[in-house]
Every structure is written in structure tokens, then in C-alpha cells.
């Protein structure tokens, strides 16, 4: 029996057997057998139509493929009404087809990696082995119910020229695709089953024994279609799959949205999309937000994640199997697998659909923080006020006191000395209120007024207040270092801070020749601006009061108004930073902090450089 009749390429001589029996297996092995043709010129179609799509070189070997095939099966089928030559040449060109099939396969399996292996690329020995075994042995034309030895030569070689390279690409999808997506991993799956029941087909086909052959092309061509379905709904599955797919992964997404629900900070939002999404798709996630900090990361690199970032600013295309989403004011950084491109077309939409989720969880998230950070900025509003109020009406009153004291004094005596006495301290007194009058009218303006930044020179402004300070108190001594940068502040509100903190130091100091020294220090995060002094220090039950209003120095009786050190607290915030009282081993050393954006571009480099 000719070998491409047991193939299923022809339809071969009829086999023994009550005759009605016989050709009702007959036909409708010829019926499955155009219906075999027309499922795999289907799918070649469907296979051009993702090349067309992808243009990529998995997507060429796939269409190649499957257009080889059911080319190859279509001259099987010419080759039955064709005369010799012409039908030798037909089911030759046939065999070549239908043996390169499983090797186009191999190459679509590992074309994902890049270049072949030199296995694979030398595929076209193994398929022109079959084709000459085919010409040699004269298994074209032969005729009737028996293999001959030809027939046997030629099969065996068909077959281990067609399963090696099947096998081995059934076992490489299926593992690739355990490492992958649900949905990726089911359609490489497919594929790959597509292949072994397409291998079983062929092997039903040529076990079968000359008079059972009908049957066994029955079998096979339904096992063929079966097939074909495979393949098609592996590389282009239809929409009821599709969502069925995506309604078993239905309950990741249902958990991601609950803990988006309950996200109050961008953190929570980040930390409650990443991991789920990353196991969802079986791919490095990670969102960062708009400075490139990283909220969330799962299954990725922290350099890999910045890069993608980096690239995303710059305005850049993400590179090969990354896939990158803003979110708002944040980004979604998704490292898909090397099968992503491919079979990955849900995963696109599902990226899609988190980033949307995730979008609005930040969003609410940023209302959220806005809210409390009003809420906090109202409480402590709240509590400023309360403190002044009540510092207030003491510094008011002891003054109005004492010049309510001194002006009854000044009328019960007729003395010129004690009436000097008496109109200086109504003269103090009046002087006291009058500071602390304008204090507060300068710690309101704060915030309100002078707040246009520009570039200052920090060393020369703290060399103007050490001028100043010289005057004031000659026996102190400030030392400015020099290497101070340039910062972008409003100028009068950089002078009062300056101001403000050298005053504070050299009036509560404690001692005469006191030394103040102003700095500056760098972080990777932020800029420090420290003055220290060799004085007595802050008490520790005074540390964490002297900030706020009407607390002056180390007793009740210090010198000033109370306001200062608010005011350098009002200052540093309105320009995004803050002061603290640092730990000191001798006097005090106050540090305020600003963000590292504060600098000027030469500034900043200066720092880097050191």
C-alpha cells in the first residue's frame, strides 16, 4: 500500500469486508479528510493573520508552519487525480511539507530565546533524509494491500524525523510554560497538546494493518481536527475562552480591589497591586512614584525597576518585555516574560485594568493624605493658637502690669530720682510690647508675604548677621563656613532664620565670649543648616517645648519675646523643611533641614563632588 496513502494524503484501494460497512467508513473518511484539509487551511490562515499582527520571528515560524502543512496537505490531495510524473512530484513535494512541520514548530519554541540551536538548524538533514528515503524505496506509485519493505524503510524514518522534533517541542512549552502566566501558560499548553495529538494521529494512522486502514484514518483525521482546534485557540484563542480564562483568575483581582479599598497611604495602594499582579501574570512588578521612589515591588529588581522609571521620564520606549503604565503622578512597571509578546495578549488588558484600579486607589489615597495633612495643619493651627493665647495674655499682662504699677508709683511721688526710675520702666515696659507687638506681626507675615524664592548665598547672609551680632554683642564671636551653598529660598525669610537662630544662641548662650558656628552639611536626601554654639545648652525638659511660642531661653527671666524659634520653625516648613534640637556634647546645636531640591544646580554638583 502506497506510504501516502497511509498517511492519509490519498484515498488507497478498499480494504475487504461487507461492502455497505466499507463504504460508509470509506466516506466518511473522505468527508474528515476534506474537513481535515479545511481546519488546517483555517488555521494557516489565522497563523498569517498574527504574523501579520506581530511581525515578530516566533509569529513568522508559527505561520510558516502551519501554511507548510496544509500546503503540503492540499498537494497530498492533487496528487491522487494527477498523472506521472507530475503526481510523483506532487507527493513528494508533499512528504518534504508534512516533514518539515514539526521542525517549523521547533523553531517557534525556541525562537523566543534569540538564535537557534545548531540542532535545530541543521533540521533540513533529517527532512531530506525522509525525502530521499520517499524517491529511493518508489513508495509513491506502489499499489495494494501490503507493506512492503520500502514502505517500512521510509515510515520508520518518517517518524523518528517527526517526533524527535515534536517531542521535544511539546516537552519545552509545557515547561516553559510553568513559569509563566495562567493565561500564557494555558495557550503554550495548548499548542503543545496540539502537537502530541497530532503526532498520535499520524501514529494511529501508520500502525493501523492494511485492513483496518479506513478505520485508523477515521481515528486519525478526527484526532487531526481535534488538532487543529488546539493549535488555533493556542495562538488565537476565541472570545468564551478568553473570558473563561480570565473568570479563574477573577477571584486575584477580587482580593487586589479589597485591599485597595482598605489602602489609605500610596504605600498600601502600591503594596496591595504589586504582589498580586506579579503572580497573576508570572513577571516582575513594581510601581514607584513620581521622585522614583520604589512603593511596591514584587519579583523585580530594584535597578531594573528604576531603570524602566528613568527611561519613562526621559521620554524613552521601554526596553524588550517591559511594559510601562503611568498612574497618575506614580508609574507601573511590569518585566513580562520572553512569551509575553506573543501569547500575551490578555496580559495587556489585565495590566490595563490594574493600572485603572490602582490609578483610582491613589488618587483616593492622595485625598486621603491631603485630608489628614489638613487635619493635622488644623490641629496644629489649633494648638499654636491655644499656645499663643495663653503665652500671650502672660507676656501682655506682665508688662500692663508693670507700667500700671509704675504709673500709680508716678503719681504717689514727688521725688525726681524715683520718677526717673519709674518712667524708665514704663519706658521698658512699653519697648517689651511694643517688640512683641512686632514679632507677631512678622511670625503672620510668614507664609503670606515674602514667599518668591531665589537663589541666596547662605555664607554671605550668615556673614551679614555676624556683623550685626558684633554690634549687638561684641564678646560673642561667630565663625561662618565658608563652603555654605547656594539655595534657592526667599531672602528675607533666609535672614531671619539665619538671624533668629545665631540671636537665640548668643542671647541664651549662658556666658560671655560665646562661640556660634554656622554650617552646612549634605545627605543624600537633604541639605542641613547647623548652628552650634559652646554655650550652657537646653535643659532636656526644655527640648521639646522651645519651639513653640513665648518659651524663652533657660528660665522664665531670659531675654526676648518667645517668638524667635517659632518663627524659624514657620520658615524651614514653608519651604518644605524642618528644625530640630540635635544632640550636642557641649552648648546647643539647632539643625534645620531642608529637601536637597532647595540647592542650585552648582551647589548640588559641589556636593556630589565632595
Keep these: 500500500m502506497p506510504a501516502l496513502t497511509m498517511l492519509g494524503f490519498g484515498d488507497g484501494p478498499g480494504q475487504p469486508g461487507p461492502r455497505s460497512l466499507v463504504r460508509i467508513v470509506r466516506d466518511l473518511a473522505a468527508v474528515l479528510r476534506g474537513a481535515q484539509l479545511v481546519a488546517f487551511g483555517l488555521v494557516a490562515a489565522s497563523a498569517l493573520w498574527q504574523y501579520r499582527r506581530r511581525r515578530a520571528t516566533p509569529a513568522r515560524y508559527l505561520a510558516l508552519a502551519f501554511a507548510v502543512l496544509a500546503v503540503a496537505l492540499a498537494l497530498g490531495r492533487l496528487s491522487d487525480v494527477a498523472d506521472d510524473p507530475v503526481g510523483g512530484v506532487l507527493r513528494l513535494t508533499a512528504v518534504v511539507g508534512v516533514t518539515s512541520f514539526p521542525w517549523l514548530l521547533a523553531a517557534f519554541a525556541w525562537s523566543f530565546d534569540g538564535r537557534l540551536p545548531a540542532w535545530l538548524r541543521a533540521a533540513w538533514l533529517g527532512v531530506a533524509l525522509v525525502a530521499l528515503l520517499f524517491a529511493v524505496t518508489g513508495t509513491g506509485g506502489a499499489d495494494g494491500g501490503q507493506r512492503d519493505g520500502g514502505d517500512l524503510v521510509f515510515l520508520a524514518g518518517f517518524l523518528v524525523v517527526w517526533l524527535v522534533p515534536s517531542v521535544a517541542t511539546a516537552v519545552r512549552l509545557l515547561a516553559a510554560g510553568g513559569s509563566t502566566s495562567r493565561v500564557v501558560r494555558a495557550r503554550m499548553r495548548l499548542l503543545a497538546w496540539s502537537l502530541i495529538v497530532l503526532s498520535l494521529a499520524l501514529i494511529v494512522t501508520i500502525a493501523a494493518p492494511p485492513e483496518g486502514l479506513d478505520g485508523a484514518r477515521v481515528v486519525g483525521s478526527v484526532l487531526a481536527l481535534l488538532s487543529a482546534g488546539m493549535a488555533h485557540a493556542g495562538f488565537s484563542p476565541p472570545l468564551p475562552l478568553r473570558l473563561w480564562w480570565r473568570r479563574q483568575g477573577a477571584h486575584h483581582f477580587q482580593s487586589m480591589q479589597q485591599e485597595l479599598i482598605a489602602a489609605v497611604t500610596p504605600d498600601d495602594a502600591a503594596r496591595a497591586v504589586a504582589p498580586i499582579l506579579a503572580g497573576t501574570i508570572g513577571a516582575g512588578t513594581a510601581v514607584l512614584d513620581g521622585s522614583g521612589r520604589v512603593l511596591a515591588i514584587a519579583d523585580l529588581s530594584a535597578a531594573s525597576a528604576h531603570e524602566a522609571w ?15 503604565v503611568r498612574v497618575g503622578s506614580a508609574v507601573l512597571v511590569v518585566q513580562m516574560t520572553n512569551y509575553s509578546p506573543f501569547f500575551g495578549d490578555y496580559e495587556q488588558e489585565l495590566v490595563s485594568a490594574y493600572a485603572w484600579q490602582l490609578r ?12 489628614l495633612e489638613a487635619r493635622r495643619a488644623a490641629e496644629r493651627a489649633n494648638h499654636e493658637l491655644e499656645t499663643m493665647l495663653v503665652g500671650l495674655s502672660h507676656d501682655l499682662r506682665s508688662p ?12 504717689g511721688t514727688a521725688d525726681e530720682e524715683e520718677r526717673a526710675q519709674f518712667i524708665d520702666g514704663i519706658s521698658a515696659s512699653s519697648d517689651y510690647l511694643n517688640g512683641l507687638v512686632d514679632a507677631l506681626l512678622e511670625l503672620s507675615r510668614v507664609g503670606r508675604t515674602q514667599t518668591e524664592t531665589e537663589p541666596v548665598d547662605l555664607a554671605a547672609v550668615a556673614r551679614m548677621v555676624a556683623k550685626r551680632i558684633a ?15 547656594v539655595v534657592r529660598l526667599n531672602p528675607i525669610r533666609a535672614e531671619q532664620l539665619v538671624d533668629n537662630l545665631v540671636s537665640n544662641a548668643v542671647k541664651h548662650g549662658g556666658r560671655d565670649g560665646l562661640m556660634v558656628r554656622v554650617t552646612g552639611r549634605h545627605t543624600d536626601e537633604v541639605f542641613e543648616l547647623q548652628v552650634a554654639d559652646d554655650g550652657g545648652g537646653v535643659r532636656p525638659e526644655d527640648r521639646d517645648r522651645i519651639f513653640d511660642l513665648f518659651q524663652r531661653g533657660r528660665d522664665p527671666g531670659s531675654p526676648g519675646t518667645g ?48
Excluded: K, N
Aim: hydrophobic share 40%; glycine share 6%; with cysteine.
Design 471 to 485: 554690634v549687638s554683642h561684641p564678646s560673642a564671636t561667630v565663625e561662618v563656613d565658608d563652603e555654605l551653598p
Design 400 to 411: 500692663a502690669v508693670a507700667i500700671h504699677g509704675y504709673s500709680s508709683l508716678l503719681r
Design 360 to 371: 483610582l486607589a491613589l488618587e483616593r489615597s492622595d485625598l486621603a493624605a491631603r485630608h
Design 563 to 610: 517668638v524667635g524659634l517659632g518663627m524659624v520653625r514657620r520658615i524651614a516648613e514653608l519651604h518644605g523643611g524642618e528644625v530640630h534640637l540635635a544632640d550636642s556634647e557641649t552648648g546647643a546645636c539647632f539643625v534645620v533641614s531642608f529637601p536637597r531640591a532647595v540647592l542650585e544646580p552648582t551647589a548640588e554638583r559641589a556636593a556630589e563632588a565632595s
Design 310 to 324: 528613568q527611561r519613562e521620564v526621559a521620554g524613552e520606549p521601554p526596553s524588550a518585555q517591559t511594559r510601562v
